[in-house]
Nanobody
Framework: VQLQASGGGWVQAGDSLRLSCAASGRAFSNNAMAWFRQAPGKEREFVAGINWSGSTTLYSDSVKGRFTISRDNAKNTGYLQMNSLKPEDTAVYSC?????????????????WGQGTQVTVSS
């Protein structure tokens, strides 16, 4: 399985961005995926997760109400809609896929990782 994240960029506070995660292979539609981010000098942190079917989602407290994770299994693609962006959202965002139907916040359970896309939010 290969994951390709895209959609990052430079925006101003309050703007929106939509990240995409395109997956190759047949494992995507049966397994949970998530988005993580890593800011300079900080550890990678969980942002949002979604189960295999899209019926269950999970968010970090810092993005809840602003970000929405979704997926289109027919297109083998996951998404992260980011609204009301803040400077503290600046980070490299990576998508990840676990070999479980339901995932979680623990990055250790994610088997496959995309290369990351930079999101920069200026004040």
């Amino acid at each position: 399985v290969q994951l390709q994240a895209s959609g990052g960029g430079w925006v101003q506070a309050g703007d929106s961005l939509r990240l995409s995660c395109a997956a190759s292979g047949r494992a995507f539609s049966n397994n949970a995926m998530a988005w993580f981010r890593q800011a300079p000098g900080k550890e990678r942190e969980f942002v949002a997760g979604i189960n295999w079917s899209g019926s269950t989602t999970l968010y970090s407290d810092s993005v809840k109400g602003r970000f929405t994770i979704s997926r289109d299994n027919a297109k083998n693609t996951g998404y992260l809609q980011m609204n009301s962006l803040k400077p503290e959202d600046t980070a490299v965002y990576s998508c990840a896929l676990t070999l479980r139907a339901y995932g979680g916040r623990d990055l250790a359970i994610y088997r496959y990782w995309g290369q990351g896309t930079q999101v920069t939010v200026s004040s």
